[in-house]
């Protein structure tokens, strides 16, 4: 058990009530349309990705949020680390929507993945963190990486400011792929 970070798939993302997000998606639909921006939608041909993205969201978040206060402003911290739904659209705000998830409580948090990558991509530089060592893509591969050993045989030939707190690098590569990952297939990432 514990909590993930996922895609969604087209047929959660159009599926209304407790087994998806089609509440959220038309929430969201009708809100953009009334910021003058093009509706987001998600589709099933063209967007699923092979697999799908999912990682255990599990170390502590200390040194993460600490490295974030250290690199960012709070309003990017806020950015970064508030929101509910992440979509492959470039928002120039977040977007609360008066609509609740089963994670999400009363209201969902949309954010825009080029906005989270961007902030992802500053603190991986600020820590030197080896993204072309990283997996991305296949399922729990990010989060067995750093739990499993991979992560530790990497800082004894990589070493550097990542390796010294590897909760909080998990973290960075997290919101990185996650972000990357969610660009990349079209899709909306949230947490399950």
């Not at 591969?141 to 045989?153: D, K, P, V």
């Not at 990357?180 to 079209?186: I, R």
């Amino acid at each position: 058990m514990g909590v993930y970070l996922v895609s969604v798939t087209a047929q959660d993302w159009s599926q209304p009530g407790e087994d998806g997000y089609g509440d959220v998606a038309a929430a969201l639909k009708t809100e953009l349309v009334r910021r003058g921006l093009p509706p987001y939608e998600l589709r099933q041909a063209a967007r699923e990705a092979p697999g799908w993205f999912e990682e255990k969201v599990s170390p502590s978040m200390d040194g993460f949020v600490a490295l974030c206060g250290t690199h960012l402003t709070e309003a990017d911290s806020s950015a970064l680390l508030d929101w509910t739904v992440l979509i492959p659209l470039p928002l120039e705000e977040e977007i609360v929507l008066p609509v609740g998830t089963a994670y999400s409580g009363e209201e969902t948090v949309v954010a825009g993945a080029p906005q989270v990558l961007a902030l992802a991509e500053r603190l991986a530089d600020a820590v030197e963190l080896p993204v072309d060592a990283i997996p991305a893509g296949e399922n729990l591969a990010l989060s067995l990486w750093f739990l499993e050993g991979g992560a530790e045989r990497t800082a004894r030939t990589r070493p550097g400011p990542w390796s010294q707190d590897r909760d909080a690098a998990f973290y960075v590569a997290l919101y990185l792929r996650a972000a990357q990952y969610s660009l990349h297939h079209g899709c909306p990432m949230t947490y399950s």
